[in-house]
């Protein structure tokens, strides 16, 4: 069977969770296609197992961003996830909803039905919190979630210390009725296991019969009848090209990148970009691909007096310790993220919400450069403090720049290319040099091994050591943003690509503005509630 009611490209974040809620109607027969393989792997569930999959071409497209200029011409490392779950199956699972703001700013530009207000009950739908359901947090949902409470490090006690010290509040839940202050990540971790979509919306709903999955396809285009409605997609699996009809809709998942790019591909966007490449444009959406959005962020590493998860997990015997650990009780240092500490600040008095976060990890670990070597804690005690503005006013694109499906597109996110995010950049800094200068750091802390005090602490040289060492925090989206005016985006309010009838994208890359944390949490939910505004249409 090659027909079916609703075909979603892309098993990631945002698809599992479409494929699961069609399907609940059996009314619906729902095709789920991903480009990589199954997740069934012993990495995928282990908390930490991401550092298997950070450079890993079968799970993990691998992407670079091309040279970027306000970055001293440096590119920077994309992973986005090829497997069951995508993304999420890669991530270190923090989840962060961000701030109401953010929420209502993707409402004010035009979209009714998204303001904070809207999508709150949505956020209370993915969640079963420990704390049962409230006012604020969802109790039934299927991602368990973990805050992290005594579980954390000793040492994010003395972070935490050394906040106070600052004056700057205390927050038991990012979550909850307050967005700013310190306090401890929470995250999608179930028990000891990572609760990706795939885990807990996928794969119980793979029993249905009105719900098939297929591996290994990747997209090449997308098919259209002669009134412009998608009526499929054509795709190559395992070598061997593949149509598959879609009789009510074709719902594209597939990330801030391969979503834009499918459409491009399709001839949805610039058509004189398209046109030059030799694709004959079916629509003009010149917002196709651009609006792109990230975090960027710096990180301080430090020579710690204590104990920190160096020691337990820089030695092979140790990490086999921890290993033993886990599997005896799902417990211990492989059972969390290595995220464990941080918060939500205000660069000075006159910023009207928090527009800083701030990670403390209780582990400082260097990224290699080489795809062949793998993330490994620094060979001393060590923690690090990692900076990033929440909301960056930079905006970029993402453009194929062949005809050729299997090439990957060109990501130039464009950071700081404006003055608010330099201010910001800088002002990122000197929240964390105020940090570690705090009584309470100073107490635990040897040295600050890089910048290292030779780094002034004047504006120019913090700016020039974000410029050369900052990295991406892998939040791409906002590249078919929603939006009334088809000039300036690409989805309406109901997540349907403008002039085109039949076709969705639904995903982190229809986000007007990017919010203020970890971007996981708002693409499920943007899932949760495009699959209520499909379902609706269908009645």
Avoid at 496 to 514: E, K, M, T, W, Y
Wanted: glycine share 10%; proline share 6%.
């Amino acid at each position: 069977m090659n027909e079916y009611d609703f075909i979603i490209v892309g098993a990631g974040s945002a698809g599992c969770i479409l494929a699961s809620r069609l399907s609940e109607d059996n009314r619906h027969s729902v095709l789920l296609l991903e480009a990589g393989g199954k997740d069934d792997s012993f990495w995928f569930r282990l908390p930490v197992g991401y550092v298997n999959s950070y450079y890993n071409p079968a799970s993990n497209w691998m992407y670079y961003t091309k040279a970027e200029p306000n970055l001293n011409g440096r590119t920077l490392y994309a992973p986005r996830g090829k497997v069951l779950g995508g993304s999420g199956s890669i991530n270190a699972m923090i989840y962060v909803r961000g701030q109401a703001s953010d929420f209502d700013d993707w409402a004010a530009a035009g979209n009714p039905g998204w303001s904070f207000k809207d999508v709150l009950p949505y956020f209370k739908r993915l969640e079963r919190h420990p704390g049962g359901e409230t006012r604020w947090r969802g109790g039934q949902g299927a991602i368990g979630l973990s805050p992290l409470g005594p579980r954390a490090h000793p040492i994010c006690a003395d972070y935490l210390a050394a906040c106070d010290e600052l004056g700057l509040p205390r927050n038991p839940d990012f979550n909850g009725e307050r967005f700013e202050g310190a306090g401890l990540y929470e995250a999608n971790i179930d028990d000891g296991v990572r609760a990706s979509s795939s885990r807990a919306y996928l794969q119980p709903a793979l029993s249905r019969s009105n719900l098939r999955l297929e591996t290994h396809c990747h997209a090449q285009r997308i098919l259209f009848d002669q009134g412009l409605r998608a009526c499929g997609v054509t795709v190559l699996q395992q070598g061997e090209e593949r149509t598959f009809v879609a009789r009510k809709e074709v719902i594209l998942a597939a990330g801030a990148v391969d979503s834009p790019k499918l459409l491009q591909l399709s001839g949805i966007g610039d058509s004189t970009r398209l046109a030059a490449l030799g694709i004959p444009p079916l629509r003009h959406l010149p917002s196709v691909g651009r609006n792109l959005q990230d975090h960027l962020c710096a990180s301080f590493y430090f020579k710690s007096r204590r104990k920190t998860l160096n020691d337990e997990l820089g030695h092979p015997l140790r990490q086999a310790w921890a290993g033993l650990h886990y599997l005896a009780s799902r417990s211990g240092p492989l059972s969390l993220s290595v995220n464990q500490a941080g918060g939500f600040f205000r660069s000075d008095e006159q910023a009207e919400r928090a527009n800083l976060q701030l990670y403390f990890n209780p582990l400082s670990y260097t990224i290699p450069n080489n795809p062949q070597a793998r993330l490994k804690p620094e060979p001393y005690s060590g923690y690090l403090m990692c900076v990033n503005p929440c909301r960056p006013s930079s905006r970029g694109e993402v453009h194929i720049e062949t005809a050729t499906p299997q090439t990957a597109p060109a990501i130039r996110p464009n950071y700081l290319a404006t003055e608010h995010d330099l201010r910001e950049a800088v002002a990122g800094c000197r929240l964390v040099r105020r940090l570690s200068a705090s009584r309470a750091l100073r107490d635990i802390t040897v040295e600050e091994v890089m910048p290292g005090e030779k780094l002034g602490n004047d504006d120019d040289s913090l700016l020039a050591f974000f410029r050369q060492e900052a990295g991406s925090i892998y939040h791409l989206c906002g590249t078919c943003a929603m939006g009334p005016d088809p000039e300036r985006s690409v989805v309406s309010s109901r997540l349907q690509v403008h002039g085109v009838a039949g076709l969705r994208v639904i995903d982190a890359s229809i986000f007007p503005n990017i919010t203020s944390g970890n971007t996981n949490a708002p693409t499920m939910m943007v899932a949760e509630k495009g699959a209520d505004m499909i379902l609706e249409d269908w009645r």
